[in-house]
C-alpha cells in the first residue's frame, strides 16, 4: 500500500536511498553518497511531500516531492522489477498535475523508466554537486 511518510519510516528510507543511490550511480564514488546521509535525513525528507510503499510494516520504495518537483524515487534493491516504481509515479502523478526531475545522464535505466512514464527530456546541464551531466526531464499531462 502506498502512504503517506512517518518519521519512523525515516530509517528504512535512508537506507533504500543509499543503496540504491550507490548502484545506480556506480559512476560517482560511494562515499559521495554517504556523506549526503545527513542532509537527506535532516534537509531534503522534512522539505518534501513523501510517500511510501509499505508491505507488510516493510517500505520497500518511496517517492518526494518538492513543490512541482520529483526530487527522489527510490524502490529497495531486492523489490526492483516489481511495479513499485510504476505505483509510485502513479501517485506522483496523482497529487502533482505537472512534475520536473534531473536524473544523471549515465544513469540509462532511470531515464527509460522516466521515459515509459511520460516524461520528456527538456536540457541537458551539469549537476553543481557532482559536476555530472544530468538531464532535466519533464511531465505534462496536456
Known sequence: MIRRFKQSDMEQILQ???SASQKAHDFIKKDFWE???DDMRDIYLPASETYVYDEGGTIKGFVSLYEETL???FVSMVDQGRGI???LMVKAKQVRENLSLSVYKENNKSIEFYKKCGFKIKLEQI???TGMSELLMVFSPL
Request: charge should be positive; aromatic fraction near 6%; hydrophobic fraction near 45%.
Open 16 to 18: 533504500i536511498w543509499l
Open 35 to 37: 556523506s549526503k546521509v
Open 85 to 87: 516504481g510504476k505505483q
Open 127 to 129: 549537476d553543481g554537486h
Open 71 to 73: 526530487a527522489a524515487m
